[in-house]
């Protein structure tokens, strides 16, 4: 049984910065793709990387202020979140691929098969 645990939400001002943590246990964490989404009124794509974290793919809308990273030793994957903007507001989701398998289409919530119970990031005006 695979299990994700995030970490790392809460209230900050705008142009603020947060880090969110995703625990993972129960399986083999390097040979899985990791990713971030969040909802707001839908589910949505934020950010995925993938096993060795050679590759990284974002959303346009955190394109450039959010950062997604792992290390596998420590079976953690990170977001690194700057600038952060009132419609930043949302509940933040860590996703596990399928081991060995690349996501396809790598932003559609469907390509992943296990998920955190979310933590909630709140930034206010």
């Known amino acids: 049984q695979v299990q994700l645990a995030e970490s790392g939400g809460g209230l900050v001002q705008a142009g603020g910065s947060l880090r969110l943590s995703c625990a993972a246990s129960?399986?083999?964490?390097?040979?899985?793709?990791m990713a971030w989404f969040r909802q707001r009124k839908e589910r949505e794509f934020v950010a995925a990387i993938s096993w060795s974290g050679d590759y990284s793919s974002y959303s346009e809308s955190v394109k450039g202020r959010f950062t997604i990273s792992r290390d596998n030793a420590k079976n953690t994957v990170y977001l690194q979140m700057n600038n952060l903007k009132p419609e930043d507001t949302a509940v933040y989701y860590c996703a596990a691929a399928k081991e060995d398998l690349i996501p396809v289409p790598i932003h559609l919530s469907r390509a992943y098969e296990y998920w955190g119970q979310g933590t909630q990031v709140t930034v206010s005006s």
């Open positions: 129960g399986r083999t964490f390097s040979s899985s793709y």
